[in-house]
């Protein structure tokens, strides 16, 4: 049996004006039924519990509305309930050869947008944030070393 090296990607940290820089990642996302795909770059948020969320442009961009599962997402926040449209989508880095089926939301109110990646796909990868060094790291089998 032959063992290869783990694969290796990592992204610097972004930040705006005002904001410490915090963890991102770049992947592709794929909405199999339109046959569309799109560059995302969204935050790392280890305290989203769900997938993914998609800003309205990127959504549209994708053509999401072709593949929009029948049940509404519910986000629950301090203050109240924020409901979402889900789809499923293919997210691919093609550097770590790697590719996951997850499901996409996006919230149905308009508040601040941003697209962000949560603890159902981080859970799924070796994750290696590097706050020193303003880098975001992500593994796909064996050591991180």
Same mark, same amino acid.
């Given at each position: 049996?032959? @063992?290869?090296? !783990?694969? /290796?990607?990592?992204?610097? =940290? ?7 820089? =915090? ?25 989203? +519990? ?9 959504? @549209? /961009? *994708? ?9 509404? #997402?519910?986000?629950? %926040?301090?203050? +109240?309930?924020?409901? %979402? $449209? ?5 997210? %691919?880095?093609?550097?770590? $050869? ?9 919230? *149905?109110?308009?508040? @601040? @947008?941003?697209?962000?990646? #949560?603890?159902?796909?981080?859970? /799924? ?6 706050? !020193?060094? /303003? ?5 796909? #089998?064996?050591? %991180?070393?």
């Amino acid at each position: 049996m032959v @063992e290869r090296a !783990p694969l /290796k990607r990592c992204w610097n =940290y972004a930040g705006e004006r005002d904001i410490k820089p =915090y963890p991102v990642m770049e992947f592709i996302l794929r909405n199999p039924v339109a046959e569309r795909e799109l560059l995302i770059r969204a935050r790392v948020d280890t305290g989203f +519990s769900g997938e993914l969320i998609l800003t309205h442009d990127q959504w @549209e /961009k *994708l053509r999401l509305e072709t593949a929009v599962l029948p049940e509404r #997402g519910v986000l629950w %926040t301090i203050t +109240s309930p924020l409901f %979402t $449209e889900r789809a499923n989508v293919l997210l %691919t880095i093609p550097e770590l $050869e790697l590719e996951l089926q997850v499901v996409a939301e996006r919230l *149905l109110r308009f508040i @601040e @947008e941003r697209a962000l990646v #949560g603890r159902g796909v981080l859970n /799924k990868l070796f994750l290696e944030l590097r706050g !020193p060094e /303003k880098r975001c790291c992500v593994f796909r #089998g064996g050591s %991180t070393e």
